[in-house]
DNA sequence: CTTGCCTGCTAATACCTATTAGTCCTTGAC
DNA sequence: GTCAAGGACTAATAGGTATTAGCAGGCAAG
């Protein structure tokens, strides 16, 4: 249990300065800094048989930085109940992370209040990381606000409103993906479409899809915040335009209790993918959020950040799943 | 994007110094070293004012420690391919890190060398944690060997043979397991029965259910490398342990294609849960591996580690799975 | 012999926090 | 008036690395 082996034993070992060991190391030897090449190989050689390597911690702290991503979650960083909807994310900033040579440091310790993790908090750590990724539907303003400020790099996955001035981000096109969808319902003859979940008053991802379908819609469609049937079936819309997949599952099921054909007497589409796990046989039409991707690409414009380039908002197209809910409307 | 606030700051601010600013920050002020209670409320201010925390790395370079466990992984932490049969381990070691206040640190920058991550390399990293947990069917010894000698504190998820001394970690009871399923098997009848895997020659979780198997079964049984068929047939066993749930699941299939019953012709009994993804409606006979529990406890061990205790050895049992393709043997 | 340049290195410092030894001041006891 | 006993701090240091300014010695040109 000896003490760790350092550049200034591994100095003394050669009969060199620290400093040398660290030039030797960094093969800084180009430019302005020289080293005779038999010093370079007794420093190198002592390093090899103490199987020397440097603490990253005394590196972070000189050099100030340290390759490390920080992933930050609003919720538990490997979904239990979510049904995997973060994974795919994850897998991406992942990949990315590897290629990019960065470690991945997941922010478990931030304490849960009211339900979701804070940023902010007594014992922050999120300095640790050179950079972060966010991760979660809803992320509180005001945190997103004080990163901003504070220029501390961050991107998030997902879009997000301007918070004191831009958020840098990587996020899905949900309202050309839904306006496609309600453009697809039109022409197969659907003249009432009904918009299920909080629109406008949730999250911007919810927001979006919102402005996509209401856009796209004008005065067919119309908007119900809850999944109610009856609810539904009093507006006489003929297609279904739900935010979340479940609560889609859940409809067409009660639908078809009912005696209703799906898709022949009542359409779906679902908005995105199951955040909510939905065990179903039934193939909702909707669209795919490139979930890989958009991690991968987070962990792009966080490193070009950290190259000291600007904050890049960048969107992603979805990708269409023909499915078996959407149909011609009934006459 | 001014630099990041610093205890010397602060002290300037508050006309104190340094120290002082530390020990507010670390409410040492019982004992020997006394703060009066202005003072403290003046740096409290100024902290509150600033927004100031404490730089993580400062302080794991002073206290030399800094509640971050690494978790080092010979695959891809976030399994694509291996049928996310890591991510439950991930789960349990990530709801017992949130719990006892620690970030993860997720090595994913490790190089790839000959298909699998190396711990060691000229950027080694583990230091940046206070100690990790590993992850992995099988780990170098000599890395192990290394780590031991070191005095890394880490533990292993998954029995491992001594490496130069005894490896700390959580493995599961696959010998118990195995040989409860084979003693199940010879009670209804199996006469013959053979084990399909490595065995003695692979990692120490597929020797340890060979041992299980062959100290039950004895005599009756026999053991095929590869999932052959043909092979099984040619021993004239009744009863087919796989090491690998998907190599069950396939020979299963090839089973019912040749017109025989499963299992009423043939039983199977699957050693574990599945580590490549097999699709499939049948519900195999075998064991579950508590993964999750393990994990949680992984990280359990370590924390003991890391406060001075020598490093435990755990094994936790595995619970049995009925399924449908056990059987009594054909007469 | 001076000047200047090059080579090969080292001393010093910065990075940020935690801890310990010690200093200065006030107050109370004798 | 002296001494002791706290109280309230601060100075100094450690921890490991990267970087920069600078120094000693040798050599060639003038």
């Given at each position: 249990m000896s003490r760790r082996v350092t550049q200034q034993d591994i100095a003394r070992m050669t009969g060199v300065s620290q400093a040398t060991v660290s030039l030797v190391l960094n093969g800084r030897a180009e430019g302005d800094v020289r080293i005779a090449p038999e010093t370079r190989e007794r420093v190198l050689e002592a390093i090899r048989s103490t199987g020397y390597v440097a603490d990253p911690i005394g590196r972070r702290l000189a050099?100030?930085?340290?390759q490390i991503l920080g992933v930050f979650t609003y919720?538990?960083?490997?979904?239990?109940?979510?049904?995997?909807?973060y994974h795919p994310f994850l897998v991406g900033i992942e990949e990315c992370a590897e290629r990019i040579g960065c470690d991945l440091l997941l922010f478990t310790s931030a304490p849960v209040i009211d339900g979701r993790r804070r940023i902010f908090h007594q014992d922050n750590r999120l300095r640790l990381a050179d950079g972060c990724v966010l991760l979660g539907q809803w992320l509180d303003p005001a945190e997103l606000t004080r990163l901003l400020a504070e220029g501390q790099p961050f991107v998030s996955v997902g879009r997000r409103d301007d918070a004191g001035g831009p958020v840098p981000y990587v996020g899905a096109d949900y309202p050309g993906a839904t306006a496609a969808q309600v453009r697809a319902a039109i022409e197969l003859g659907h003249q009432r479409l009904v918009y299920v979940g909080e629109g406008p008053d949730g999250p911007e991802s919810h927001a979006d899809r919102w402005r996509g379908f209401s856009a796209a819609a004008g005065p067919h469609g119309s908007r119900l915040a809850a999944p109610d049937l009856d609810a539904i079936l009093v507006t006489d819309s003929t297609c279904v335009f739900v935010e979340e997949y479940a609560d889609g599952v859940a409809l067409a099921a009660q639908a078809a209790e009912r005696g209703?054909?799906?898709?022949?007497?009542l359409s779906f589409v679902a908005?995105?993918?199951?955040t909510r796990s939905a065990p179903t046989d039934l193939d909702l039409t909707g669209f795919r959020i490139p979930r890989r991707e958009m991690g991968w690409q987070a962990v792009e414009v966080l490193a070009a950040i950290l190259e000291g380039q600007p904050g890049e908002q960048r969107i992603l197209p979805c990708e269409p799943v023909a499915g078996s809910t959407l149909a011609v409307a009934r006459a």
């Open positions: 050099a100030r930085h340290n919720e538990s960083v490997f979904p239990a109940g979510m049904g995997d909807f209703l054909r799906v898709p022949e007497d908005l995105g993918d199951p």
